[in-house]
């Protein structure tokens, strides 16, 4: 699966204008980053990436700083964990065994990112595998 398939421009127009997205290998995964169109650098606009990792699941999302919580969304059911930081918010969604797609948004603060990050997960969630 490419990350970068998983959100439109209209639907990331939502949070902000965004660049055209970037698509790397990073950290053992496949990742998607978009970056928002600032009018200067004290803009403090959402940073949206989605790392696709075929090797760990949920059970397996690091720490980043406030504790890893543990749930389902509430349309599918599918299994998430959350984390966050003072920089941003990580939530990864299960798509399969042994396996998830991270949401993480930063630039924001944590509770703008986690709300942004949550509305994203929303969003990609029918486009994703259940597994």
Do not use: H
């Not at 127009?13 to 998607?32: H, I, L, M, T, V």
């Not at 397996?60 to 543990?70: H, L, Q, T």
């Not at 798509?95 to 948004?105: P, S």
Request: glycine share 12%; charged share 25%; hydrophobic share 35%.
């Amino acid at each position: 699966m490419d990350p970068c398939s998983l959100l439109t421009d209209e639907e990331l127009s939502e949070f902000a204008d965004y660049k055209q997205p970037e698509s790397r290998f990073s950290a053992g995964a496949r990742n998607c980053r978009w970056r928002p169109i600032r009018e200067n650098a004290q803009q403090r606009l959402p940073l949206v990436n989605l790392d696709a990792r075929d090797n760990i699941g949920v059970e397996g999302m690091n720490d980043i700083g406030s504790g890893v919580r543990k749930g389902q969304l509430g349309g599918s059911g599918r299994a998430v964990a959350q984390t966050s930081n003072e920089e941003g918010c990580v939530i990864g969604m299960a798509v399969g065994e042994g396996a998830r797609v991270d949401v993480v948004v930063s630039a924001v603060g944590p509770d703008k990112a986690c709300d942004i990050a949550s509305r994203i997960a929303e969003i990609i969630d029918p486009k994703l595998p259940m597994g």
